[in-house]
């Protein structure tokens, strides 16, 4: 890699862009999670089974899969200082909205224009960091923003369980509404995409060593022929093993403490926030292991691919642990490592995107990665409040769950073989995508 020292203009919107996708991935994840902290009161209130309870957890996730497709193509089409500013105003206006409502349809539809508004916000940073980093330092950027879900996942616990015993799970959710509408203000003033900021060299420096762009902008006929390449579907089937694993303890984790091993809900605003700070410590690891890969000789698609399969089978072997331990002191540390381990693959396969596709389709590339990994996600509370409801026991939800990390790691292992290039998804006779090629 040639020396080159980037101007500061270029340092100070790196820095800038990574708090404020930090910060609005902390409220993003906050918000999500704050049914999973009001199960139980919702529940009551309302008088639902852990199924439906269930049903209402995938909704959010169901409209953020889908909303995933449309997403990538608009980030990579408008850039993402509109879309994920205007993501954040109809995500905190629906969060807002779900104090207020008075029956499941309600809840239910406020659930989906959560998932509507949540859906540019990783997108949107993998083509930030693809925008304003290097290729071969892009691993430790994206772990940096891909560590807000798991500071968000270990704030919510203490946070919103406070909120809610203090003033009720209503106000709880109309104030993160708010929270959220200040950060959307703080990304219009402070963010700017690279085309309006730094130098030339700074842009010639960072798109080196890029993979081929495509010669025309984002279209639906070239993103349509994403879908015609081997990678994108061993993404996407990957994703969906890890996704589901992922929401099972997301979803569900606060239940499974206060189900699965009686504790109370003070008790568990405390010990859920435990396992997410692991999750920290693990995305951050696996960006700066995935830089390190590359450093060492590594292509840049197989330092981003070996954490992700390490990640995703430890993980599920630790998931296994989970299920059959039975004192508090094994269940949170099972738990807290299968976080750290699941941070170190989310990570990877976040950064796996900005090896994989041509930097003008790094948002689109990664929406559809994240649509398998929530498909995943959809299916995962419904089945696991299903199991709950049958069995009730967390054992077997957890064991499916682990077998779903299983085979997301072996389809990332033998799918996600060679990046797609920008000449793939042009009009170019003769030429054909690895998924035809094989």
């Known amino acids: 890699m040639p020396t080159f020292k980037p101007s500061p203009q270029m340092r100070r919107m790196q820095i800038i862009a990574l708090l404020l996708l930090v910060a609005s991935g902390i409220v993003n994840y906050l918000d999500r999670s704050a049914l999973s902290i009001a199960n139980i009161e919702v529940r009551q209130e309302l008088g639902l089974s852990a199924t439906v309870m ?31 500013g205007v993501g954040l105003v109809i ?9 207020f409502v008075t029956s499941y349809a309600q ?15 990783f997108p949107t940073g993998a083509r930030v960091v693809s925008n304003w980093f290097h290729v071969k330092e892009r691993g430790l950027p994206t772990g940096i923003f891909n560590s807000a879900p798991s500071i968000g996942t270990a704030l919510a616990p203490p946070i919103l369980t406070w909120l809610m015993l203090a003033y009720g799970w209503r106000i709880m959710f109309i104030v993160m509404g708010a ?13 700017r995409d690279a085309d309006q900021y730094g130098t030339d060299e700074d842009r010639d420096y960072i798109r080196s060593g890029d993979t081929a762009r495509t010669s025309s902008p984002v279209g639906l006929k070239q993103w349509g022929r994403l879908f015609r390449c081997r990678t994108t579907w061993g993404m996407i ?12 303890y997301y979803a569900w984790l606060p239940g499974f403490l206060e189900i699965q091993h009686h504790m109370s809900i003070a008790r568990t605003g405390i010990f859920a926030a435990i396992p997410p700070i692991f999750g920290i410590v693990g995305s951050l690891f696996g960006g700066y292991a995935s830089d390190r890969l590359a450093a060492h000789g590594f292509t840049p698609l197989n330092s981003r691919k070996i954490p992700i399969i390490c990640g995703l089978l430890g993980t599920a072997a630790l998931t296994i642990a989970t299920a059959y331990a039975t004192s508090e002191t094994a269940v949170m540390s099972y738990i807290s490592l299968a976080y750290l381990l699941s941070g170190v693959a989310s990570a990877s396969i976040w950064a796996i995107v900005t090896a994989a596709a041509p930097p003008d389709y790094i948002a689109s590339s990664g929406s559809i990665q994240n649509f398998g990994g929530y498909l995943g996600g959809t299916c995962s509370p419904i089945v696991t409040g299903i199991i709950v409801d049958v069995t009730g026991s ?8 682990a077998g779903m990390a299983v085979m997301g790691a072996l389809v990332y292992l033998l799918m996600v073989t060679n990046p797609i290039s920008g000449a793939e998804l042009e009009d170019q006779p003769g030429v054909t995508p690895h998924a035809v090629a094989g």
């Not at 995933?68 to 993402?80: E, M, S």
């Not at 929270?179 to 963010?191: P, S």
């Not at 089937?237 to 099972?248: A, K, P, Q």
Request: no cysteine; aromatic share 16%; net charge positive.
């Open 91 to 99: 995500w905190s206006v629906a969060q807002g909205a779900a104090g």
């Open 179 to 191: 929270v959220g509408l200040v950060v959307a203000i703080a990304w219009f003033v402070f963010y």
């Open 394 to 401: 967390f054992v077997l939800a957890l064991l499916i769950g």
């Open 54 to 84: 269930g049903v209402l957890l995938s909704a959010f996730l169901m409209s953020y899969a889908f909303s995933q497709l449309p997403a990538g193509i608009l980030v990579d089409r408008v850039g993402p200082r509109v879309l994920l």
């Open 107 to 121: 809840f239910f539809a406020a659930r989906i224009g959560l998932g509507i508004g949540e859906s540019p916000q």
């Open 237 to 248: 089937i990957g994703n969906f093993g890890g996704g589901y694993l992922t929401w099972v």
